[in-house]
């Protein structure tokens, strides 16, 4: 509080400064268990493809896991706020597939940057298909 108060009268700028970098360290951010029961289990082989795609129990699973997982960066419900890529606006079908089950698995790292972390070994590929399938169930269409 001492720091605070210190900063406040040194300079309302320097105060604002404090209160956005400690809004943004937010450190390390532990992946959320995603409950898959009632799903399909796939094996240890991924798929090319959403298996779960129109699948009400997958979507109901993926908008949680979505929420839980993914919203810090990408939105709540998937609607961007503009620090990552709105995902509703995936491709569909196989070829969306492809460009989700990459990043996801992956992640996307740019000059030593990381975008977005690798969740592969700490989702299951069947949480990742089902948030994939709910993210088609909320797609925009163009």
């Given at each position: 509080m001492k720091r605070l108060l210190a900063l406040a009268a040194a300079s309302p700028f320097a105060l604002f400064g404090y209160f956005a970098a400690t809004a943004h360290a937010h450190g390390d951010v532990t992946p959320?268990?995603?409950d898959v029961a009632g799903l399909k289990v796939l094996g240890a082989g991924w798929s090319k493809s959403n298996p779960?795609?129109?699948n009400a129990r997958a979507e109901q699973i993926g908008a949680?896991?979505?929420?839980?997982n993914c919203a810090r960066c990408h939105g709540l419900g998937a609607v961007s706020g503009g620090i990552a890529p709105d995902?509703?606006?995936?491709?569909?079908?196989?070829e969306g597939d492809e460009i989700?089950?990459?990043?996801v698995r992956h992640g996307a790292t740019?000059?030593?940057r990381v975008y977005m972390p690798?969740?592969?070994g700490m989702l299951s590929q069947e949480a990742m298909w089902a948030i994939r399938?709910?993210?088609?169930?909320?797609r925009v269409v163009d």
């Open positions: 959320q268990a995603v779960y795609r129109k949680s896991a979505f929420n839980q995902l509703r606006y995936l491709p569909t079908g196989d989700y089950l990459g990043r740019r000059d030593g690798p969740f592969e399938a709910w993210l088609e169930s909320v």
